[in-house]
């Protein structure tokens, strides 16, 4: 992607983040903080090129504004750029805060999401009083003519951006999910790093089958949303104090702090650095979720005047006890589980033999012939994209369930590896069908405790099936080292010609369907066996969703 193209998209961000037309200084001064040193002549001849691309619109002579096309191109056109950009924007709104907790003014970072009922204010009010947040600290807005409640809360990294500003860099590391016992922090269950990411952490697991506020609020257990973030261990006590003085004041929703060095939740913490878990400041509003109520849920938005916000609740009893968690077995990361099974490939391509990897969902028995036949009527429909082997495997412990063993990409790097060629697995992404295809959202394998796949299919994320729109399907990123190119081209085509979903073998220094491989390396991009999987889940059969499961001989596969 050339320079210009970069500029282009900065651009775009900066029109994005305005509310009102934004002149070519005002972009060009932006620019200069964004370490582009475009003058105003520069910046009006690339936003002539945004103007007849249809991205952006002139008004008059107050400037530019984005169009709703510009916005579909900052959220799709460079996504291996946009995985870098989630966690600088919260870097960029760390720095960006300068709230003064003694004199209880400045600039604080805020979610804002959007309502539709007056009784998801009363579950909010709910949760805030039972001190699953941030900050009782709200602002509602009644949007005119419409029945929207727009409402803007307090984000968690407002407290790194305090640090920040006391000389203690707060580094976010995860958003997770937290189990809850018997009102006692457990261990975090499930974690995806800031970086290399498209989709922010939080918003990953904003849904209400992986939540379970309501529980936690109503009998002590369940599974909340929660962040976490290191901190030098000398300043511990500075942060400690801070803390204390910030909680006084209605700023808190930390859950637990580490002695330095010492794990925390589950999640390993190195010498000399001491781990804070904070509430998600999503937490309230994953409750609303699980109550079936509509919901729009914004992270880390914007910057927001504190004085803006006042308490929705002035009674709040905590329900989580403080401290006293015990020390868990440590987080296992997807790829440091899945790299025995991909050792364990062993399919050989002349003869079409051996163990590949495989992904194993369960369906209800009575639902099988309808769940086949979603499958069989997927590959047909597409069978470039779609990989058309199976096998039915017995529940390990319910007899009116069958599981569906797919073929699961992580196959591939296992024989490329058994064939003495290195292969990693560097994202599980979103791939929308346009020509050419490109993926919109990408989640690296390194640094998540679950599958990536898994979590765009419960977010209702895919359209494998769907007759109408775009189809979004998806697919996996791999990288190869340039120097094992043609060997590695020759196993990949067998595969490909055996059955194997293999879309697109890249070139070096490459985006490849907007992936991007690192230098000396090429990528390629893969199908995911989970596809006929997310279009059974879309047609509304009761399907549980498994991920990299076992390894299952490819010779006793059926095929659709």
């Known amino acids: 992607m050339s320079e210009s193209e970069h500029r282009m998209i900065e651009i775009l961000r900066i029109l994005n983040a305005q509310e009102k037309p934004t002149g070519s200084k005002l972009i060009a001064d932006e620019l200069k903080n964004k370490g582009y040193n475009l003058g105003e002549r520069a910046v009006r001849y690339h936003m002539q090129i945004l103007d007849e691309k249809g991205y952006t619109e002139r008004m008059g002579y107050s400037g530019r504004i984005i169009t709703d096309l510009g916005r579909e191109k900052l959220e799709k056109g460079l996504i291996y750029d946009q995985v870098d950009f989630i966690h600088s924007k919260f870097e960029e709104m760390i720095y960006l805060t300068d709230f003064n907790y003694m004199t209880q003014s400045g600039n604080v970072v805020v979610n804002t999401s959007t309502i539709y009922n007056e009784e998801s204010i009363n579950i909010l009010k709910e949760i805030f009083e039972s001190g699953l947040s941030v900050s009782p600290y709200v602002n509602l807005n009644k949007v005119r003519n419409k029945d929207e409640i727009e409402v803007t809360t307090l984000c968690g990294t407002t407290i790194d951006g305090i640090l920040l500003n006391e000389g203690i860099p707060s580094q976010p590391q995860y958003g997770g ?58 300043g511990k006590q500075k942060t400690v104090e801070i803390l204390e003085k910030l909680d006084k004041i209605g700023i808190g929703g930390i859950i637990d702090m580490s002695n330095e060095g010492e794990d925390l939740l589950g999640i390993p913490v190195p010498d000399g650095m001491v781990g804070i878990a904070i ?45 006293g968690s015990a020390k868990q077995p440590k987080i296992p990361f997807l790829l440091s589980k899945s790299w025995n099974l991909i050792q364990q490939v062993n399919f050989n391509v002349e003869k079409r033999k051996g163990d590949i990897i ?22 047909n429909s597409n069978p470039k994209y779609i990989n058309p082997y199976y096998k039915l495997l017995d529940h390990p412990s319910d007899d009116d369930k069958i599981g569906i063993g797919t073929i699961c990409s992580l196959s591939i790097d296992g024989l490329l590896i058994n064939n003495g060629i290195m292969c990693n697995p560097i994202y599980g ?7 050419p295809p490109l993926f919109i959202d ?9 599958d990536p796949h898994k979590i765009f ?37 067998i595969l490909k010609n055996t059955g194997f979903s293999i879309y697109k073998i890249g070139k070096p220094r490459e985006v490849t369907y907007n992936a991007k491989a690192d230098n000396y390396n090429f990528g390629v991009v893969a199908g995911s066996g989970l596809n006929t999987i997310g279009a059974i889940k879309e047609k509304g059969i009761d399907i549980e969703v498994k991920a990299i499961e076992k390894l299952i001989p490819f010779e006793e596969m059926d095929r659709l």
């Not at 990408?442 to 679950?450: A, C």
């Open 177 to 234: 999910l937290l189990k809850i016992e018997n009102h006692q922090p457990i261990t975090f269950t499930e974690l995806i790093s800031y970086k290399k990411t498209s989709v922010t952490p939080l918003d990953a697991f904003s849904n209400a089958k992986l939540t379970s506020v309501l529980d936690v609020v109503e009998n002590g257990s369940g599974v909340i949303p929660a962040n976490f973030r290191l901190i030098p261990g000398v």
């Open 279 to 323: 509430v998600g400041g999503i937490t309230p509003f994953c409750a609303i979720k699980e109550l079936g109520e509509e919901i729009d849920i914004k992270i880390a938005e914007e910057i927001r005047d504190f004085k803006t916000l006042s308490p929705i609740t002035t009674t709040i009893n905590p329900t989580l006890k403080a401290g």
């Open 358 to 379: 495989s992904n194993v969902s369960y369906v209800d028995k009575d639902n099988l012939d309808s769940a086949m036949t979603v499958m069989e009527d997927t590959y």
């Open 429 to 435: 992404g979103l791939l929308e069908l346009t020509e």
């Open 442 to 450: 990408l989640i690296s394998y390194n640094g998540t405790t679950i």
């Open 457 to 493: 299919l419960s977010k209702n994320m895919t359209s494998i099936s769907s007759n109408s729109g775009t189809t979004k399907i998806l697919a996996s990123f791999k990288e190869i080292p340039y120097i094992a190119r043609d060997y590695a081209v020759h196993l990949l085509d």
